[in-house]
């Protein structure tokens, strides 16, 4: 076999290699990001030990943020004039959501399978972003498919949940 068939063979598979390593991290970290982006909000709903957990009556709205008077279900929680949530389409005004307090301030985020749910939007786009690169970088179908209904799942979860 010539040397130059032998050198061209080598170089696509190299190039077939770096192809692989390449979109493997970009998968990777698109689904680091999503963790990440997640996990500020979930942890707060997903391990409500020793946090104080109660109810919002939603009184007023603004641009990005929503507040009104916090009322206690948990022992050691206080009664609260206002404290704030973010808006989102899942807040509205008028309306009561069970909520638990970040420590150290007056912002709550919304608990119970609603809030849960929310907060793992971002890892649901992520899920959905990475399977493409998985189904065109890696050339692997099938676990595209799967990360993408698995996105779709969630997704649809929060939607109807909320």
Excluded: N
């Excluded at 020793?50 to 050691?76: D, L, M, N, Q």
């Excluded at 949530?85 to 909520?99: D, F």
């Excluded at 498919?145 to 649809?156: D, F």
């Amino acid at each position: 076999m010539p040397s130059a068939v032998v050198s061209s063979q080598g170089a696509v598979v190299v190039l077939r290699f770096g192809r692989f390593v390449a979109m493997g991290a970009v998968a990777v970290l698109i689904l680091i990001a999503g963790v990440w982006a997640s996990w500020g909000t979930a942890h707060h709903v997903m391990l409500t030990k020793g946090r104080e957990s109660g109810t919002i009556e939603v009184s007023r709205c603004g641009a990005r943020t929503c507040s009104g008077p916090y009322s206690p279900i948990s022992a050691g929680s206080q009664p609260r004039g206002s404290v704030v949530i973010e808006k989102s389409v899942a807040v509205r005004e008028g309306q009561t959501y069970t909520v638990v307090v970040k420590p150290g301030s007056d912002d709550v985020v919304r608990s119970g399978p609603a809030g849960v749910l929310y907060a793992w939007v971002p890892l649901g786009g992520a899920l959905l972003l990475a399977s493409v690169v998985v189904a065109g970088g890696l050339r692997r179908t099938r676990v595209a498919w799967v990360m993408a209904g698995s996105g779709v799942a969630l997704l649809t979860a929060v939607f109807v949940t909320i």
